[in-house]
Every structure is written in structure tokens, then in C-alpha cells.
């Protein structure tokens, strides 16, 4: 369907396939330097296209373009989906595909972000940023982000608890854009059901952290619990 890499001449390319034929976008105003990081981007709609490196506008097409994205092709990331050889030599982080045309500001905006590269501790077992944009009660939607596969599933007490990006916990961290918001009475909670018995989260020895921020005291707060086993949890004194 389309393709987007750099050339062996170093110019960045859009390539797409339409009605049998091989289309091209090609930026040729400048090339690309071996050993420098760029960022890049490639908005697309049916009537027009752009070229953007580290954020500035560089080319411009208005190609009409039908047909192009409607099938279930996977998408390959390193290299070209027919694997004629012509992967990416280099390093690329950092890939993501928005629905829609993003304007030039968001891409800037996208392009400045920065956050806080910590090193992932080796023995992390479950990690649940809550970043999802909404929660509707479907098994799995709480994303574990360590690599384990324990995602967790809201439940319905009343209503639905929701997240939130009210404020960053961390000011300028894409880490922490979102948050879990409850209201401590009727809005139910997060659920993780433990894999089975001698699990990995059966522990004797482990460390849970979490940022936590309070609208409200009453009889106690409860931030984690599992079973009759352990809670931690914020008295009103």
C-alpha cells in the first residue's frame, strides 16, 4: 500500500501503490546525514501530502490518492514488507500513527516532547500507567505495561471510574500524561485477577510504588490490596 524511508541518496520518500501503480514523493532539497538524529513525519489525506523534518514543512503534493490504506496488509517497521533487502540501517524510536492530519504545531509539539528515560528494573512485574483515555468496563483495557501481560479490568460499583489529564503528575513527562480518577465511594475500581496459584505475583519480597494525589479524607484511602494478604492505604489521621 505505501512505503516511507530514506533513498540510498539520503532524501526522504513517500512511495504508495495505486490501481496497480507505483507512486512517488520524494524531498530532494536537502539529504539526510549519516549519524544525526531526525525527526520525521508524513501527513496524508486523499487530495494532499506533506513532508516534514524536525518539524518544518518541506514538500507538499496534492496527489489524489483512493483505495490506498482498505485491506489488511501488516505493517512492517525496520524494513520493507517484501523483504527485498532493504532495511533500515540505523536507529529509529518513537513510531506512531495518528488518525487524521496532524497540523505543523502538533507535530512540533510532538517532536519537542520529552520525558524521563529510566532504566526498567529487571525483576518489574506489573506496571499500569492508566493512560488509557477512557475506561468501559472491558476485560483487559488496563494496560500492563512491563511486559507481563497483566492487564487489568475495571469494575462497574455503581458507575465507572475514569482517567484523567487534568495535570501531568510529572510537568513535562509523556510518561505521566494521564491518570486514574476515583472517587473513593461509588465508582468501583481496578481488578487484576492473579494468573494461579505460586504466580508472579504470589511474592514474598517485593516494592510497589505509585504517585498518588488526594481530593478528599474519610475513614482511610486504599491505593492497592491483594486479597486478605497486604493493603497500602492512607489513614484520615
Known amino acids: 500500500n505505501y512505503r516511507f524511508y530514506v533513498r540510498s541518496t539520503r532524501e526522504l520518500r513517500f512511495q504508495w501503490k495505486m490501481g496497480g501503480v507505483q507512486n512517488y514523493m520524494t524531498y530532494s532539497g536537502a539529504t539526510l546525514d549519516v549519524g544525526t538524529w531526525y525527526h520525521v513525519a508524513l501527513t496524508v489525506s486523499p487530495?494532499?501530502?506533506k513532508l516534514y523534518i524536525n518539524g518544518a514543512l518541506v514538500e507538499t503534493a496534492n496527489n489524489v490518492m483512493t483505495g490506498v490504506s482498505v485491506d489488511n496488509s501488516v505493517i512492517v517497521m525496520g524494513d520493507s514488507?517484501?523483504?527485498?533487502?532493504t532495511g533500515f540501517s540505523g536507529?529509529?524510536?518513537?513510531?506512531?500513527?495518528?488518525q487524521g492530519v496532524l497540523t505543523a504545531s502538533e507535530l512540533n509539539t510532538i517532536k519537542d516532547e520529552t520525558r524521563v528515560c529510566m532504566a526498567q528494573p529487571?525483576?518489574?512485574?506489573g506496571e499500569w500507567r492508566f493512560d488509557e483515555a477512557s475506561w468501559a468496563g472491558t476485560a483487559g483495557e488496563v494496560?500492563?505495561?512491563?511486559?507481563n501481560g497483566l492487564n487489568a479490568t475495571v469494575i462497574n460499583s455503581g458507575s465507572l471510574p475514569t482517567t484523567s489529564n487534568t495535570d501531568a503528575v510529572v510537568p513535562g513527562?509523556?510518561?505521566t500524561c494521564r491518570f486514574g480518577d476515583f472517587n473513593g465511594t461509588s465508582d468501583g475500581y481496578v481488578n487484576l485477577a492473579?494468573?494461579?496459584v505460586n504466580s508472579i505475583l504470589d511474592l514474598d519480597r517485593f516494592t510497589l510504588t505509585a504517585w498518588v494525589y488526594i481530593d478528599s479524607l474519610g475513614a482511610y484511602h486504599s491505593i492497592t490490596t491483594k486479597g486478605g494478604n497486604y493493603e497500602l492505604f492512607i489513614t484520615d489521621t
Open 122 to 125: 529487571l525483576n518489574l512485574v
Open 143 to 147: 494496560i500492563d505495561s512491563s511486559g
Open 173 to 175: 513527562s509523556t510518561g
Open 47 to 49: 487530495s494532499e501530502q
Open 194 to 196: 492473579d494468573p494461579g
Open 91 to 98: 536507529n529509529i524510536d518513537e513510531v506512531r500513527i495518528y
Open 81 to 85: 514488507a517484501n523483504g527485498d533487502n
